[in-house]
T-cell receptor
Framework: GQNIDQPTEMTATEGAIVQINCTYQ??????LFWYQQHAGEAPTFLSY??LDGLEEKGRFSSFLSRSKGYSYLLLKELQMKDSASYLC??????????WGAGTKLIIKP | DVKVTQSSRYLVKRTGEKVFLECVQD?????MFWYRQDPGLGLRLIYF???????EKGDIPEGYSVSREKKERFSLILESASTNQTSMYLC?????????????FGPGTRLTVL
């Protein structure tokens, strides 16, 4: 079966760095997305990785290792507004998106 | 800016009622999707459509149907609502068929079936 695993919840301090991991087992791989979802709102696109390595976009970076079936989202200089759920999703061999359950990130002052 | 709108943010219905959830996008996207989102579970695909009048079943189509008569509008229908269909329903749209095309989501409809 297809499976994406993320931690359910993480807590971090304002100004710090946090890494949210995602491991996947899917039938084929055609890219991995990270989305941010604030409570009660729609998911919004953060990043896309299809090749191994690190993609940096401002305070957010996303890493992919296809051989390990592993990705992480790195958030630097955390702000209170970063409190949200972070969803990992993988495009499988049929180009369908398989979603993880999301990681709720709580930022404390 | 891509805009995806959904007809209601909150909806309360009774068991057995027919429920219509509507989604409209303004970016001329070919692909539209309906998901449900439940606590502890990932987004689950109910149906998707890659063109007008075309529809494909997702992972959990039972108890649902869809309609796409116009490119910009994709409707989700619960023929006879049941309590286990209480959930957050999210609509998304995506242009083209490329792997990297991002899905843009509507604000969601929180449906409660009593």
């Amino acid at each position: 079966g297809q499976n994406i695993d993320q931690p359910t919840e993480m807590t971090a301090t304002e100004g710090a760095i946090v890494q949210i991991n995602c491991t996947y087992q899917t039938s084929g791989f055609n890219g991995l997305f990270w989305y941010q979802q604030h409570a009660g709102e729609a998911p919004t696109f953060l990043s896309y990785n299809v090749l191994d390595g690190l993609e940096e976009k401002g305070r957010f970076s996303s890493f992919l290792s296809r051989s390990k079936g592993y990705s992480y989202l790195l958030l630097k200089e955390l702000q209170m507004k970063d409190s949200a759920s972070y969803l990992c999703a993988v495009t499988d061999s049929n180009y369908q998106l398989i979603w993880g359950a999301g990681t709720k990130l709580i930022i404390k002052p | 800016d891509v805009k995806v709108t959904q007809s209601s943010r909150y909806l309360v219905k009774r068991t057995g009622e027919k429920v219509f959830l509507e989604c409209v996008q303004d970016m001329d996207h070919e692909n539209m999707f309906w998901y449900r989102q439940d606590p502890g579970l990932g987004l689950r695909l109910i149906y998707f459509s890659y063109d007008v009048k075309m529809k494909e079943k997702g992972d959990i189509p039972e108890g649902y149907s869809v309609s796409r008569e116009k490119k910009e509008r994709f409707s989700l229908i619960l023929e006879s609502a049941s309590t286990n269909q209480t959930s957050m329903y999210l609509c998304a749209s995506k242009g083209g068929s490329g792997m990297t095309d991002t899905q843009y989501f509507g604000p969601g409809t929180r449906l409660t079936v009593l």
